[in-house]
Antibody, heavy 119, light 110 residues
């Protein structure tokens, strides 16, 4: 059974760096074709894809946020970490991680974590 | 601003059919598989359709997907009150080298 769960701060101040961790089970990020992606959703707004990391450590980023994002495999084999620099109130959103076979967000998503950016 | 355009809302009575369009371009829908997601209020998105028309296990055949050129369509037949949700299309954009979601469509059951 595949599960994913996001963790990280619920409140960050403007200009700070956000670090979110996706902890997953039921699959291995060393298996060919497997990837994990991050998606966010501001309150009342549409989904926005952020970043993706493949089993072979290849990475993809949203062009509009590329300069602020870094996605890495965590120190634990079952974790993926997303960092976003220079946070702004417009970055307030629910952040999701998703099992993304061949790079496509699939049938397994985390519950999401709401991050509020405010001073 | 999303590169995939959906109507903001569609509605129909219970038992009726609705279709949701997703308009893109040759760099995304025209050359890549489309997925569709359902998001019930307060929950994470759920995969409804992948690879244009395939349904994951457990998704009823009331939900269908199709493509034509640079547009995709999600169809829902036998509309139920439980289908009230936001629906999103998604696909890879080869020019952006990134995954993109549509603008989202709210389905209302009258």
């Amino acid at each position: 059974q595949i599960t994913l769960k996001e963790s990280g701060p619920t409140l960050v101040k403007p200009t700070q760096t956000l670090t979110l961790t996706c902890t997953f089970s039921g699959f291995s990020l060393t298996t060919s074709g497997v990837s994990v992606g991050w998606i966010r959703q501001p309150p009342g707004k549409a989904l926005e894809w952020l970043a993706l990391i493949y089993w072979d450590d290849d990475k993809r980023y949203s062009p509009s946020l590329k300069s602020r994002l870094t996605i890495t495999k965590g120190t634990s084999k079952n974790q993926v970490v997303l960092t976003m620099t220079n946070m702004d109130p417009v970055d307030t959103a629910t952040y999701y991680c998703a099992h993304s076979p061949s790079g496509i967000p699939g049938g397994y998503w985390g519950q999401g974590t709401l991050v509020t950016v405010s001073s | 601003q999303s590169v995939l355009t959906q109507p903001p809302s569609v509605s129909a009575a219970p038992g009726q059919k609705v279709t949701i369009s997703c308009s893109g371009s040759s760099s995304n829908i025209g050359n890549n598989y489309v997925s569709w997601y359902q998001q019930l209020p307060g929950t994470a998105p759920k995969l409804l359709i992948y690879e244009n028309y395939k349904r994951p296990s457990g998704i009823p055949d009331r939900f269908s997907g199709s493509n034509s050129g640079t547009s995709a369509t999600l169809g829902i037949t036998g509309l139920q009150t439980g289908d009230e949700a936001d629906y999103y299309c998604g696909t890879w954009d080869s020019s952006l080298s990134a995954y993109v979601f549509g603008t989202g469509t709210k389905v209302t059951v009258l």
